[in-house]
T-cell receptor, first 113, second 111 residues
Framework: EADIYQTPRYLVIGTGKKITLECSQT?????MYWYQQDPGMELHLIHY???????EKGDLSSESTVSRIRTEHFPLTLESARPSHTSQYLC????????????FGSGTRLTVV | QKEVEQNSGPLSVPEGAIASLNCTYS??????FFWYRQYSGKSPELIMS????GDKEDGRFTAQLNKASQYVSLLIRDSQPSDSATYLC???????????FGKGTMLLVSP
């Protein structure tokens, strides 16, 4: 079944650690996105990608990086985790043109202690 | 400046009533409109998309689009407690690479 997968589902990690959040989709979508969302708050776009070797910064990108080496895979890396990074991270994908809207993964809830 | 505006709520309705959720957007040239449902602690789930003026019905859900007035609404008939969630409006605005999301309206359906 075509879907979008995020791992891990939950992560507790110490300050200063490097972490990578994984996102993979099997829908063949060219566009992929990372959003950050605090409980009860709005979505904030971190990064997005049009396709392989294409990455763009969103509104909240300064403390993270992404890569798009394969169409189906779009990992997000925090080089040095801080308590302010504690949040839910949502990955999404869409067809070119966004005509069908976004499909979101289940999310990764990150806690930095 | 791109804007998608939603009343944050909460919108409280009794079980069985019609819930009406509204969304306005800033760019008259926008073409695609989406409604997402997000349960607390979960990810957004696409429930409706609409591209043309008028109504689009899917089960208990009806999306209404009025491009001249720049608003899109979502009606939920026979509201159930399980409909309690935050509803996000998203718009595909010309010239922008990503969907613009509103902040969402919280809906509470009481038994």
């Amino acid at each position: 079944e075509a879907d979008i997968y995020q791992t891990p589902r939950y992560l507790v990690i110490g300050t200063g650690k490097k972490i990578t959040l994984e996102c993979s989709q099997t829908m063949g979508h060219d566009k992929m996105y990372w959003y950050q969302q605090d409980p009860g708050m709005e979505l904030h776009l971190i990064h997005y990608s049009y396709g392989v070797n294409s990455t763009e910064k969103g509104d909240l990108s300064s403390e993270s990086t992404v890569s798009r080496i394969r169409t189906e895979h779009f990992p997000l890396t925090l080089e040095s985790a801080r308590p302010s990074h504690t949040s839910q991270y949502l990955c999404a994908s869409s067809e070119v043109g966004d005509s069908g809207g976004y499909t979101f993964g289940s999310g990764t809830r990150l806690t930095v202690v | 400046q791109k804007e998608v505006e939603q009343n944050s709520g909460p919108l409280s309705v009794p079980e069985g009533a019609i819930a009406s959720l509204n969304c306005t957007y800033s760019d008259r040239g926008s073409q695609s409109f989406f409604w997402y449902r997000q349960y607390s602690g979960k990810s957004p789930e696409l429930i409706m998309s609409i591209y043309s003026n008028g109504d689009k019905e899917d089960g208990r859900f009806t999306a209404q689009l009025n491009k001249a007035s720049q608003y899109v609404s979502l009606l939920i008939r026979d509201s159930q407690p399980s409909d309690s969630a935050t509803y996000l409006c998203a718009v595909n605005m010309p010239g922008y690479s990503t969907l613009t999301f509103g902040k969402g309206t919280m809906l509470l359906v009481s038994p």
